[in-house]
């Protein structure tokens, strides 16, 4: 006989509350995602843009009638804050037809989506920036800065830029060297695939058959790759081929993107389209895109950077420094054969090619061939048994999965407890229940704690309980509530970094006031250390929100 | 037999009534299970004060004896004299009266971290012989005692749990074998802290009553008041 706990009405009210937000929400942003997004959209860009935005997250794809029935803001208000988040990389918009009502022939409407993540990316700049500058050094970092400052720039904007910035420095006769340096460096970052094209403006979607509807609408939630935002975005998306390429006469304004206007993401069937409420920037995108090729920073790869980052720092910890050398060789090695960010294996590699790699590191050169094969088997990679080719693939998920799962387990060591620190890694261990007496004997806890310790894990959602009635007496099954509790972790991230972000503002409002006080006044050591004191707390806020947000990455982009 | 050990024996002094008799076959019938004083109400069908009175003269009479259940130590529950309390009644070899024998685990605990450390690498069959060898305890462990005292200290990450590579440190150890290492860095640190738990958010009992603009908010909450106290 089962009787399922979960279904408390406590639990169904709360689960329906989350399930009905994931269904409203374009790509199942937990519910402090979105307040973090909005409140960095309102800092960066005023309370206008962050209303519009924060229609578009929480309400999923609208258009600009839509979000102006939502918000109640004047159609200007509107269009403005749209074209901010679309130059900021934060909206994306495309075409749609929808069918005409009352024998009135379809039309075509413009939808605007919120891009999350890249909202969200906003936050780490300080991170992508000292990745390039530790790369390439100050000029690529000059071209990189003007990109995450401006959203989107052409090569022309990017030169003149760099003109007025270095106005007195450089003269007439240096101007073709200082071009041809800014040229170089463009370069460099767009090789790096630090850089891209932008996506097309507004791609049009070409209506889905009747049968294909009603298979998406079946597949709803939980099959992102079918959703109308999923096609905008790869329609959008510029071909591989053409991502990254500079075009070496692109520095004229006559450069034009030949290649874009030709592909099939940017077609738009101009004669046929009605045009909507947007209709004057659309086209005024549309000029700009036809006089200079758009470019901007490409978060994937400074994703991708920072998850070879985070597997780098877990097998170093978990294992040792030899692990970390080797794995960061892998990487290298294959840094231009990954196709996604979310990689569940390293590209295939030769022994002998991840040895070359490794060797060119300073700590690698020490290296035997016999230690990184060693180093590789102890991260999980099976000896061949037979061949000539040592061919091996690191299973970079169970990496991801071990570092999510430390997470999780340090927050209830510090939460509950050692013994229940105990309980909670032998049911994260396998996705098996476990009954009361077994988890007791096995974690050395009385059984009469292990079950308070089970019923307070249990309250907040951490297991699911299923109690057995058999031969007169009761058996409780534990079993760990995977997905629900690293998705409450996740939400509980994007919670602290709203609130670390809101304490910053909160003590940079409280530094004004005793800075205003002490204008003109000499500075004596009490005011001093007042300064002090006050630059302690940013740095201590900063770095908090710097390492919250690796494990941010570390749970939703990883 | 000699005599001294006939008169050893115990010998009933006091003459068993039909309710005695009743009481004591059904705690006999229940062998080394013991059975519980309700349990016994319930299946007699006599009053608690008969029952109670027998319980008291078979007791006196040792023909059974008064057990501590470990799961149910609030519960009395009697065994025939003859029989010895099963595994489910004692909690096991890791129990003492009903209680868990923490003193004994934890001292096990530590000498098997300190032969780990020892012999950097092992199994669970190396650290059985080390014990066996040096004679580290007044009491005999078993081989599954000292398995299920690794396990914890694997779920305590105190050491981890690794297969033999059959490279370097694990040449001695078949391939594919379970052994015990200790983690790298230091033991004594515990767990690695993690980003969330940092923050006083992270381990905050009231994060789900705080909003920004709420009577508990980030900018009047005490916790953080107290973190960044310079």
Redesign the interface.
């Known amino acids: 006989m089962f009787r399922d706990i979960n279904a408390t009405p406590r639990r169904r009210g709360r689960d329906h509350c989350r399930t009905k937000f994931s269904a409203e929400t374009p790509d199942m942003t937990s519910p402090y995602g979105i307040k973090l997004s909005v409140h960095l959209i309102s800092t960066y860009f005023g309370d206008i843009v962050s209303k519009v935005c924060e229609c578009l997250l929480r309400k999923g794809t609208l258009s600009h009638a839509q979000i102006m029935h939502s918000t109640e803001l004047s159609k200007q208000n509107v269009t403005n804050s749209l074209l901010v988040l679309i130059q900021h990389n934060c909206v994306q918009s495309f075409a749609i037809q929808q069918p005409g009502g009352f024998g009135e022939p379809p039309k075509i409407v413009t939808k605007y989506m919120a891009l999350h993540d890249n909202i969200i990316h906003h936050m780490r700049f300080p991170k992508f920036l000292s990745i390039v500058s530790n790369e390439f050094g100050q000029d690529c970092t000059e071209i990189f800065e003007g990109l995450l400052q401006h959203g989107r720039l052409s090569m022309n904007q990017i030169m003149d830029r760099h003109k007025d910035k270095h106005k007195a420095l450089v003269t007439d006769g240096e101007n073709s060297k200082v071009t041809s340096t800014l040229h170089e460096n463009f370069n460099k970052l767009a090789q790096a695939r630090y850089i891209e094209r932008c996506p097309a403006h507004e791609p049009f979607l070409e209506p889905v058959e009747e049968g294909a509807k009603k298979r998406m609408a079946k597949s709803k939630i939980g099959d992102f790759s079918q959703t109308l935002e999923a096609r905008a975005l790869a329609a959008a998306a510029p071909m591989e081929s053409i991502r990254f390429l500079v075009e070496t006469d692109a520095w004229s304004n006559g450069a034009l993107d030949d290649d874009s206007k030709n592909s099939p993401s940017t077609k738009i069937p101009g004669e046929k389209r009605k045009h909507d409420s947007l209709e004057p920037e659309t086209e005024s995108w549309a000029t700009n895109k036809n006089k200079e090729i758009l470019w901007r920073v490409n978060f994937e790869e400074f994703v991708r950077r920072l998850r070879h980052k985070s597997c780098v720092s877990h097998v170093t910890t978990r294992m040792d420094s030899v692990a970390g050398i080797v794995l960061t060789a892998i990487f290298e090695a294959s840094r231009k054969d990954e196709t996604k960010v979310k990689m569940e294996k390293t590209v295939p590699l030769l022994l002998e090619t991840i040895f070359e790699e490794a060797m060119k590191s300073e700590e690698g050169r020490s290296l035997t061939l016999g230690r990184v094969r060693g180093s590789l088997v102890q991260m999980g990679c099976e000896l061949p048994t037979i061949g000539i080719d040592e061919i091996y693939s690191i299973d970079l998920k169970t990496i991801i999965d071990k570092a999510q799962t430390l997470e999780v387990e340090s927050v209830v060591l510090k939460k509950y407890g050692r013994e229940a620190y105990r309980i909670f890694r032998l049911l994260s261990e396998s996705e098996r229940s476990f009954e009361t007496d077994k988890i007791s004997a096995t974690t050395f806890v009385e059984k009469k704690d292990a079950l308070k310790i089970l019923f307070q894990l249990w309250k907040d959602d951490f297991l699911h309980m299923e109690r057995i009635e058999a031969q007169k007496t009761e058996i409780m099954l534990w079993k760990l509530n995977k997905r629900s509790v690293w998705e409450q972790v996740l939400d509980d991230m994007y919670h602290a970094a709203l609130n670390l972000k809101l304490r910053l503002v909160h003590e940079l409002e409280q530094a004004k006031d005793i800075l205003r006080v002490l204008k003109g006044k000499s500075l004596g050591d009490e005011v001093l250390e007042k300064r002090r004191r006050v630059g302690d707390k940013w740095k201590v806020l900063e770095a908090s929100l710097m390492i919250l947000d690796d494990a941010i990455m570390l749970f939703h982009h990883f | 037999m000699s005599l001294l050990n006939k008169r050893k024996k115990p010998e009933p002094k006091a003459v068993l009534v039909e309710s005695d008799r009743k009481v004591l076959e059904v705690i006999k019938s229940k062998k080394e299970m013991a059975i519980w004083s309700r349990d016994l109400k319930m299946e007699t069908n006599l009053s608690d004060v008969v029952i109670s009175k027998s319980l008291k003269n078979l007791l006196n009479s040792s023909l059974i004896k008064e057990v501590v259940h ?2 149910q130590k609030g519960r009395k529950h009697y065994i025939a004299a003859e029989f010895e309390p099963s595994k489910e009644v004692t909690g ?1 070899s ?1 129990y003492v009266n009903g ?2 024998d ?1 003193a004994f ?1 934890d001292q096990l605990k530590d000498l098997c971290l300190k032969i780990i450390r020892k012999l950097k690498v092992v199994t669970a069959d190396g650290v059985y012989d080390f014990f066996k060898t040096n004679r580290l305890t007044n009491t005999d462990c078993t081989s599954q005692q000292i398995s ?1 005292i690794l ?2 200290m694997v ?3 105190m050491i981890i749990d ?1 297969k033999s ?1 059959g ?2 440190e694990y040449h001695s150890i078949p391939i594919g074998k379970l052994c015990y290492r200790c ?3 230091d033991v004594n640190q515990g ?9 006083p ?3 905050c009992p009231r ?1 789900r009553e ?1 909003t ?1 603009d709420g009577l508990i ?3 009047t ?1 005490v916790y ?1 008041n107290k ?2 106290d ?1």
Do not use: H, M
């Open positions: 470990a799961q096991g890791w209680d868990l923490t685990i299920e396990r914890s779920l305590d990450n690794v590579t490279l370097g983690p790298p860095g767990p690695k802290k993690g980003a969330l738990v940092s923050i958010c992270g381990v994060i705080c920004p908010s980030p900018t909450c953080y973190w960044l310079f």
